[in-house]
């Protein structure tokens, strides 16, 4: 699917914690197979016409989740750039972290640094992790990023939960009930079509009665 092909997606990677609990697993479990869908979509994005892709893997909000599990995640995050740099750079991938860094720990700042460095020169897709990452702080400290044309938000919930809302101002909206781990590259497909069914207007009239 080629239609277009700058477009950014953004995906609120939202399910893993009931995906684990489905299987009688624990939470952290749900987080590590949801890094694999990671892996898949990325990897999908490029032939997909996805030029950039943004992904919410760790809000702000989210340090009120339990020690023990925010803990897990800064490991995951900290072994997935260790792991994936390799495969980025294969894939041309720029892989950029996003949100505040100054609460991390410090072995995760370091991975974020590398994977920076390593992968500054892809230019297949712009990879954006969103790590301790709030919108309205992004807006009050004026880093905003380019729109987003497309915002998936995976897990069955219908809200934004302080994700991109400035660039979601045009943004086609698409939730699904798919629990992230299972996200695959044919749910990016059947969002991409369903995001090129739809008519952006933009405040503007249809193509048909514009003229
Ligand atoms: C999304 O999955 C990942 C993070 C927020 C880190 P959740 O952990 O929110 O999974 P659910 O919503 O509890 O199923
Ligand atoms: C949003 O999911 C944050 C990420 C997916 C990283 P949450 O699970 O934290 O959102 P709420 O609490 O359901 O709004
Ligand atoms: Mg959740």
New binding site residues.
């Given amino acids: 699917m080629l239609q277009s092909t700058s477009l950014h997606v953004a995906i609120i990677m939202?399910?893993?914690?009931?995906w684990a609990a489905r299987r009688s697993l624990p939470r952290a479990a749900g987080h590590r197979a949801g890094a694999d869908a990671v892996r898949r979509v990325v990897e999908a994005a490029p032939d997909a016409g996805v030029a950039a892709l943004t992904l919410f893997a760790f809000s702000s909000d989210n340090w009120k989740r339990p020690p023990g599990e925010v803990a897990a995640l800064m490991r995951l995050f900290a072994r997935y750039l260790r792991s994936e740099t390799p495969r980025l750079l294969q894939n041309r991938v720029r892989l950029d972290v996003i949100g505040r860094r100054d609460r991390l720990p410090a072995p995760l700042v370091t991975a974020i640094r590398a994977a920076e460095l390593a992968t500054g020169a892809g230019t297949a897709l712009r990879l954006r992790l969103a790590v301790d990452y709030s919108a309205r702080a992004a807006i009050a400290a004026g880093e905003t990023l380019p729109d987003v044309d497309l915002l998936i938000r995976t897990?069955g919930?219908q809200r934004l939960?302080d994700f991109l809302l400035w660039e979601c101002a045009y943004a086609e909206l698409y939730f699904t009930e798919t629990m992230w781990p299972d996200f695959s590259a044919a749910d990016l497909t059947d969002a991409l079509r369903a995001f090129h069914s739809r008519q952006r207007r933009f405040g503007g009239l249809p193509e048909a009665a514009a003229g």
Avoid: F, H, I, K
């Avoid at 939202?14 to 009931?18: H, I, Q």
């Fill in positions: 939202d399910g893993n914690g009931r897990g919930e939960s």
